[in-house]
């Protein structure tokens, strides 16, 4: 299985309040992805980074911000979380477009009351 | 916008039996197409995948067809087994452009195996 961890696994979290996921990995790939999955939707992406300090908006990013300062990190911050928001959030990274192939992680259930 | 359209969102087989999972692309331009496999509880991992300039490829069990005329293509499990009981999800990108490897997937088939 490729490098990818996700933290936290799980996280109940109330309207209002700030949350931040983490994905680490440790196969030096550039490129890295957060998506969320909603029962009728598939994955949908959220943002994306191709590089440290290089990111983008995918389909899905109101309400979201994601930071990159290292290339084995990917952030996802919701300032202010809403019940919309309650989802599996999973991260991929991939080492480029010409590869495609996007590795995931174990993914993060989130939940807001 | 780009859009994947998978169907059925449920298929349920006897073991031993085919099952065949159909995708619908929008964007002409898709030139990649990969099938991820989701089991309970974990990330989606890849199985397959074709390229637009092949009409059909094979691994094992596991085959994938690609219609560009049509802009669809089917992914087909055989002899299937109780394992193969999973998610699937079908997506399409532009591969090698400035897309940056974005995917666009489906909604996903749950895919039910009974022993």
């Not at chain 1, 933290?7 to 309207?15: G, L, M, N, Y």
Request: with cysteine; aromatic share 10%; charged share 20%.
């Amino acid at each position: 299985d490729a490098g990818i961890t996700q933290s936290p696994r799980h996280k109940v979290t109330e309207t209002g309040t700030p949350v931040t996921l983490r994905c680490h990995q440790t196969e030096n790939h550039r490129y890295m992805y957060w998506y969320r999955q909603d029962p009728g939707h598939g994955l949908r992406l959220i943002h994306y980074s191709y590089g440290v300090k290089d990111t983008d908006k995918g389909e899905v990013s109101d309400g979201y911000s994601v930071s990159r300062s290292k290339t084995e990190d990917f952030l996802l911050t919701l300032e202010s979380a809403t019940s919309s928001q309650t989802s599996v959030y999973f991260c991929a990274i991939s080492e480029g477009p010409n590869y495609n192939e996007q590795f995931f992680g174990p993914g993060t259930r989130l939940t807001v009351l | 916008g780009e859009n994947v359209e998978q169907h059925p969102s449920t298929l349920s087989v006897q073991e031993g039996d085919s099952a065949v999972i159909k995708c619908t692309y929008s964007d002409s331009a898709s030139n990649y197409f990969p099938w991820y496999k989701q089991e309970l509880g974990k990330g989606p991992q890849l199985i397959i995948d074709i390229r637009s300039n092949v009409g059909e490829k094979k691994d094992q069990r596991i085959a994938v067809t690609l219609n560009k005329t049509a802009k669809h293509f089917s992914l087909h499990i055989t002899e299937t087994q109780p394992e193969d009981s999973a998610v699937y999800f079908c997506a399409a990108t532009r591969r090698g452009s400035s897309n940056t490897g974005k995917l666009i997937f489906g909604q996903g088939t749950t895919l039910q195996v009974k022993p």
